[in-house]
């Protein structure tokens, strides 16, 4: 069976005008979480330094149907200051995964908008070297499709500065179209969500106040009506759950991780299949009972 499971149907989406954003990509009928929206290799990709007659060279050795895709992207005003490939290029590039030293530039995938509450992740495969776009939630018909361009768990006003900067763009989803009393109660979440993400890395020795965090961070973005990022806390509390020896819960760690994996990845992805080999057998962690002596955690 192939890596990535297109279907022969038609894909469950459009792409249209949006009012105030340009073109945009709207469902075509209902979507269920953990679906795979779409697959799409890269046209090319170009690391941190990106001269523009590298870009240039790299465009005129495209066919013209893609050539023609990607001078049809638009160009966001704070990059009108390069040259057009350059611009282009900078506004709609995607990162190659976390941490990436190259990005990628993807000519559908480049019609998603952006929201702070995005109903659609985003993440790079790279054993089929495609970017895969996975529904977050269950999602009706005509509904706009959204990913996120920049980091969710940031305070509003430094999310909207970001977008301000590097894109030309007030956003206005719902996350930051909310009251200022509900404003202040989110940017607070985001706060303590930071010293959680903070603190977990420094924890790996005190696994029970590890866990205890996880699940904080994971009520702070259930609150925040956000998918991103929560599969990787719940396998923080799994990591916890494993150093400390203490098989039925990391087993339900594992679980609850491939559960919320699975609105980020889908369930074919190679990192959604690990995680999953882990809820069946915890002890394949390679750092299983690291800390000698069995300690019990909290479960989910």
Same mark, same amino acid.
Not at 64 to 93: E, K, M
Not at 124 to 140: K, Q, R, T, Y
Not at 244 to 271: F, P
């Given at each position: 069976? =192939?890596?990535?499971?297109? /279907?022969? =149907?038609?894909?469950? #989406?459009?792409?249209?005008?949006?009012?105030?954003?340009?073109?945009?990509?709207?469902?075509?009928?209902?979507?269920? !979480?953990?679906?795979?929206?779409? !697959?799409?290799?890269?046209?090319?990709?170009?690391?941190?330094?990106?001269?523009?007659?590298?870009?240039? =060279?790299?465009?005129?050795?495209?066919?013209?149907?893609?050539?023609? =895709?990607?001078?049809?992207?638009?160009?966001?005003?704070?990059?009108?200051?390069?040259?057009?490939?350059? *611009?282009? #290029?900078? $506004?709609?590039?995607?990162?190659?995964?976390?941490?990436? $030293?190259?990005?990628?530039? +993807?000519?559908?995938? *480049?019609?998603?908008?952006?929201?702070?509450?995005?109903?659609?992740?985003? +993440?790079?495969?790279?054993? *089929?070297? @495609? @970017?895969?776009?996975?529904?977050?939630?269950?999602?009706?018909?005509?509904?706009?499709?959204?990913?996120?361009?920049?980091?969710?768990?940031?305070?509003?006003?430094?999310?909207? /500065?970001?977008?301000?900067?590097?894109?030309? +763009?007030?956003?206005?989803?719902?996350?930051?179209?909310?009251?200022?009393?509900?404003? @202040?109660?989110?940017?607070?979440?985001?706060?303590?969500?930071?010293?959680?993400?903070?603190?977990?890395?420094?924890? #790996?020795?005190?696994?029970?106040?590890?866990?205890?965090?996880?699940?904080?961070?994971?009520?702070?973005?259930?609150?925040?009506?956000?998918?991103?990022?929560? !599969?990787?806390?719940?396998?923080?509390?799994?990591?916890?759950?494993? +150093?400390?020896?203490?098989?039925?819960?990391?087993?339900?760690?594992? $679980?609850? &991780?491939?559960?919320?994996?699975?609105?980020?990845? %889908?369930?074919? &992805?190679?990192?959604?299949?690990?995680?999953?080999?882990?809820? /069946?057998?915890?002890?394949?962690?390679?750092?299983?009972? #690291?800390? %000698?002596?069995?300690?019990?955690?909290?479960?989910?």
């Amino acid at each position: 069976m =192939a890596l990535n499971p297109r /279907a022969s =149907a038609p894909r469950p #989406f459009k792409v249209v005008d949006v009012p105030g954003k340009g073109k945009g990509v709207v469902s075509t009928r209902a979507i269920q !979480a953990g679906e795979l929206v779409l !697959a799409e290799k890269p046209l090319f990709t170009a690391g941190l330094v990106r001269p523009e007659a590298s870009l240039a =060279a790299k465009v005129a050795q495209l066919s013209s149907v893609d050539q023609l =895709a990607f001078y049809s992207l638009s160009i966001a005003p704070p990059s009108t200051c390069y040259g057009p490939h350059r *611009a282009r #290029f900078d $506004t709609n590039a995607l990162p190659l995964g976390e941490d990436a $030293t190259e990005a990628g530039l +993807f000519p559908v995938g *480049a019609r998603f908008n952006h929201s702070c509450r995005p109903n659609v992740s985003r +993440f790079w495969e790279e054993a *089929a070297g @495609e @970017e895969w776009f996975v529904a977050s939630v269950n999602i009706p018909p005509s509904t706009e499709l959204t990913i996120y361009y920049n980091a969710l768990d940031s305070p509003r006003a430094e999310r909207q /500065a970001y977008l301000l900067r590097t894109l030309g +763009f007030k956003c206005t989803c719902e996350r930051c179209d909310l009251a200022p009393d509900e404003v @202040e109660k989110s940017d607070q979440r985001m706060r303590f969500y930071a010293q959680i993400e903070a603190l977990i890395p420094t924890l #790996f020795a005190e696994p029970h106040k590890l866990v205890t965090l996880a699940k904080a961070g994971l009520n702070l973005l259930a609150e925040e009506g956000l998918h991103t990022g929560a !599969a990787a806390l719940a396998y923080d509390a799994f990591q916890g759950a494993a +150093f400390a020896g203490d098989k039925e819960a990391a087993k339900a760690w594992a $679980t609850r &991780a491939c559960e919320l994996k699975v609105r980020e990845t %889908g369930r074919e &992805a190679g990192s959604y299949k690990r995680m999953e080999s882990l809820a /069946a057998d915890p002890t394949r962690y390679n750092a299983w009972g #690291f800390l %000698g002596v069995k300690r019990q955690v909290p479960r989910p």
